[in-house]
């Protein structure tokens, strides 16, 4: 194993993901149960509305950016797996994207090679991508933000985080973690940030903000009193400038039906079926009366709570706040769908190297607690929806188990993780106030 490099595994993972589109084609075709996933064929309808000429909005369920179906618009001319391949593309561009990150952060070939699998051979990812769903492209643009503030591309960076933004809402928490980290405590005029090598996340001499003079608390203090600086401003204006071009101009086209279904839409959303979240039960119990926009919003509390806490204590470990907070975020979320949990699948093996867990015992032990949670609830989802059955009570107890899950996961992985920030503190701060760039 330690001598396959990371091209050869990245071209087989490539060709067995063309098998599995071709495969998918021919199931469709001959067997009952479809390979293509439901979503795919509501992107293509939309895909051929536009076409037409029609908004994609006609399309029933169809609750994304036009920018997603003017992508699938060759599904017409050229071949209906086109979007397809598309997201297979994507899916392996997170694979190299996750390899480069890794290199950058000084992780050894071995390391990186190892954590870089466990995106490109993931079941759930190489299926998520074939199957036809669109999340590797936001995962993919994620990397790719991450990368450019990396290599101090802000400007870059910002460009992408306004438009992932735009396409699907959920990134909106990374903002507040960008923003800390753009702080002059690590950026120098005329300079780039020095990364924090891997060989030295044991160090003793690693900075730690609450270990160093400059607690905590006094970098959020910082955060207030030093937030106007170059960097800050740049990022937050050309972000927000992209994000209001791109809504505005599919506003301009489509009106308040493309505002509500593809933005206003996931912020009151509620779903009563097949939902994996511990507030599905109460809005089925309650489904057929109209719930306030201030019930609709109140389930946001619990996930703003975590997502602060999280951001406090690790922001400038920002690989691992990122992880953090989309598992926080999907298992607090008032709607889990399956394909939710590939916004976190590709921040995993970003933190990998810098986890003290081995797989024996305890990474297995976390691993089968959340996959047989999971099973446990498909379990009883199959007899509500495939057997007729009235189990709609313990469905709920299965989410609150996994709720559970996913919280023990998150306490294991915070308390096996070697905290190392992503950048060193810049020199000339080292004992003064922060200056301004």
Known sequence: ?????????????????????????????????????????????????????????ERSTYRYSPLLAFLLMPNLFIHRSWGKFIFSASDLLV???????????????????Y?????????????????????????SMILWILLCLM???????AFWYGLVVHLRIYPIIYALPIILLLDPLHFQPGKKPALVDWSCRTSKKLWDPINDKITRSQY?????????????????TVAGSTFLVFTGLCF?????????????????????????????????????????????????????????????????????????????????????????????????PLILPWSKMELKWKGLGCISLWIGAQTHWLMWGYLLE??????????????LFFLAANTFVIINVIRSHLYCPLFEKSQSNSGDDLKDE
């Open 1 to 57: 194993m330690a001598d396959i490099s990371f091209r050869s595994l990245f071209i087989f993972s490539a060709i067995f993901r063309v098998f599995l589109i071709v495969y998918g084609e021919w199931q469709d075709a001959h067997m009952e149960v479809r390979y293509t996933d439901i979503d795919y064929f509501v992107f293509s309808d939309a895909a051929a509305l536009m076409t037409s000429g029609k908004s994609p909005y």
């Open 95 to 113: 694979g190299s994207l996750v390899h480069r990150i890794l290199k950058l952060r000084g992780v050894p070939e071995k390391l990186r090679t």
């Open 386 to 399: 495939f057997r007729g059955k009235n189990v709609f009570f313990q469905l709920w107890m299965a989410s």
């Open 220 to 236: 959020i203090w910082n955060f207030f009193v030093k937030l106007f600086t170059r960097r800050r401003l740049v990022f937050a």
């Open 115 to 139: 954590s870089t699998m466990v995106w490109l051979f993931n079941p759930f990812t190489i299926t998520i991508g074939t199957r036809g769903n669109c999340e590797p492209i936001v995962c």
């Open 252 to 348: 301009f086209l489509y009106g308040w039906e493309f505002l509500h279904e593809a933005l206003l839409y996931h912020l009151t959303r509620t779903d009563p079926r097949h939902n994996f979240s511990i507030y599905f039960y109460h809005i089925y119990l309650h489904y057929e009366r109209e719930f306030s926009i201030l019930e609709k919003l109140v389930s946001f509390l619990p996930q703003f709570t975590v997502q602060l806490v999280l951001i406090y204590r690790f922001a400038l470990d920002l690989p691992f706040c990122l992880f953090l907070q989309t598992l926080a975020f999907v298992a607090f979320n008032k709607v889990i769908t399956a394909q939710y949990f590939v916004w976190f699948f590709c921040l995993l």
């Open 151 to 157: 290599k101090d591309h802000f400007v870059q960076a």
